[in-house]
């Protein structure tokens, strides 16, 4: 069980705000925390993506099964 609460974006919608920190978990997931105080638990596949956008707008989506993530526009 986690110390912490956890919300997954529902299928077909996206997370988003500006990174600030990117936190394994384990059981293949690595938590995600915004600037905003929310977090979001996502495949460990993006962590490397994600641990290069810390201090950016980002935006993480999974769709038809695929996690992706990147760096908003400014």
């Known amino acids: 069980m986690f110390a912490f609460q956890y919300h997954n974006p529902p ?7 500006i990174l600030e920190r990117v ?12 600037t905003s105080g929310k977090s979001h638990s996502v495949d460990e596949s993006l962590n490397e ?10 935006a993480i989506f999974r769709y ?11």
């Open 64 to 74: 038809c099964g695929h996690w992706g993530a990147g760096a908003m526009p400014a």
């Open 11 to 17: 299928p077909g919608r996206s997370a988003g705000g």
């Open 49 to 58: 993506q994600l641990s290069r956008l810390i201090g950016q707008q980002i």
């Open 23 to 34: 936190q394994p978990v384990g059981c293949g997931l690595v938590q995600v925390f915004f």
